[in-house]
């Protein structure tokens, strides 16, 4: 039971991390980001690419991979969603979702349909004696580098200036722009650094599962699953039901496999049930 609980605190991470993007991205522009999986997806290629043409390790590829892709979100967001931001929400919904499609089938028309295999870190190709069993040394690197990442983002949220702002502006942002803080110029570079969180996941994924095209719409579902329980545009609800979710689908496999697929689902249902808002989502926003 402990290293399936381990299991599913090493899935929540991925979770953790692609929620917390997508919350801040939503929180700020309200903008449901349809195409994050596409990017979790590019990070993980990317990675992949690095490697295979330039022979570049996974150590640089999870320093350079995710500010290029981050970059990349910066440009998107200035050229297409800010435009459409104005406009019903539905378009920017459309537009995500119709990205998602372009850069999967860019992606397939270059590699197909099948997986590429990525190698572990030679540093990390062994196992952790944990006590009570042994377990991946690269998971146990994914599930500490996912959590540091996650406090840091956090720590520079709650205790620097710039977070206050932009903490505010994600949570509460009509209440911070009568306190006349311009909004509109954190909206930029806060889509950048949500589309290199889902990088960074991407390229930590990489090694551990197969790098294909889908891979990150067979994910992304889940993750709105883990938003919406967290609480829409809540950053510390996201990760927290990240990390939860993981752990409930795992001991969910171990103990009742014919619901671990939609356990989740479940699990979102009752939480709407019970706090529309989702477990640390903002109530007057529903009422």
């Not at 297409?80 to 920017?92: A, E, G, K, S």
Request: hydrophobic share 55%.
């Amino acid at each position: 039971m402990l290293q399936q609980a381990f299991n599913g605190l090493v899935g929540g991470a991925f979770y953790a991390l692609l929620a917390l993007g997508l919350a801040v991205i939503f929180g700020m522009l309200g903008v449901v980001n349809l195409s994050h999986g596409a990017f979790y997806m590019l990070g993980a290629f990317g990675a992949f690419i690095a490697l295979d043409s330039f022979g570049l390790n996974f150590w640089l590829s999870l320093v350079l991979v995710p500010p290029l892709l981050g970059l990349a979100g910066v440009v998107l967001e200035r050229l297409f969603v800010r435009r459409l931001t104005p406009l019903d929400p539905l378009y920017n919904f459309l537009f995500t979702f119709g990205l998602a499609l372009i850069l999967q089938d860019l992606v397939k028309r270059q590699y197909g349909v099948n997986s590429q295999q990525y190698p572990r870190p030679s540093q990390l190709d062994g196992t952790v004696d944990l006590g009570l069993f042994t377990y991946p040394a690269y998971q146990v690197f994914v599930l500490g580098v996912s959590a540091l990442t996650c406090l840091a983002v956090w720590l520079v949220l709650t205790r620097s200036r710039v977070g206050m702002i932009v903490r505010a502006a994600t949570e509460r942002p009509e209440l911070t722009r009568a306190l006349g803080i311009d909004v509109g110029r954190w909206v930029t570079p806060v889509f950048g650094f949500g589309i290199a969180l889902a990088a960074f996941a991407g390229v930590l994924a990489a090694p551990m599962r197969a790098v294909n095209p889908l891979m990150g719409s067979d994910l992304i579902i889940t993750v709105f699953a883990v938003v919406v329980i967290g609480g829409l545009g809540s950053v510390f609800g996201s990760v927290a039901a990240g990390f939860a979710v993981g752990l409930v689908s795992a001991l969910g496999n171990l103990y009742i496999p014919s619901l671990s697929q939609t356990l989740v689902f479940i699990l979102m249902a009752a939480v709407l049930l019970w706090r529309p808002a989702g477990l640390f989502g903002r109530e007057e926003a529903f009422r």
